[in-house]
């Protein structure tokens, strides 16, 4: 939805608006999130973590925004709008990047994770986010698969952010990561519950986006304890 376009003609099928909702409640949850703790510190980030920042909220922007011209079956806008996304995502990558090392090199890690779990979290969700993205420009000319696939993309992104809502700051830093896995594969998981009530089957493209947003929770613990990640992290870890 947020990337080159559904290139297929009117009459969206019903319960189109759900991809908005969707849309609204990931700004919420990221809002939620990161609002509170970027602006306690606001005069003390670097720039480049307001640019991530600033990059980050123009993607989920943009996404409701396409999901909301797909609603109301402004194609020609939405296609036109899409092309922004390709950029947006080419800024989003490597500033994810640079962002996670430096904020390990400042010693900036959230408190519930050690700095080799967040490199590895943060870089397997990047991946994560390309190829999700790049498979939905690959299919926009299939909108059933298209909106789908951006759609977990943009839920993926939001895992950060759920880690940092107050009120899992309750239950202890121990299951801070689990609770927050949690409720991102809940969220994850709305997709394919809308698909079962309106059109009694899950789209394929659940299968792909949702069982990699799955399969990526073991994955960010094995990586976070391989020795390379291991190495790395104590290089840039302030001593």
Known sequence: MTAIGIERPAGAPPGRRFFTIMAGIVALAVAAGFGPSYGAALSDLP???HLHGAVMTGWIVLFAVQAWLVGRRSLGLHRRLGWLSTGLVAAMIPLGVVTNLMAIKR???PPFFTPAQMMAADGVDLVLFAGLFTAAVLMRKRGDWHKRLLLCATVLLSWPALGRLI???SLGLS???PAATVLLIMLACAGPIHDL???RKVHPAYLW???LIILAQPLHLLLAVSAPIQALAGALTPT
């Open 197 to 199: 009530a309106t059109r």
């Open 209 to 211: 986006g949702v069982g």
């Open 175 to 177: 299951m801070i990561i």
């Open 107 to 109: 010693g900036a890690t």
């Open 47 to 49: 720039f480049w973590v």
């Open 167 to 169: 009120p899992l700051r």
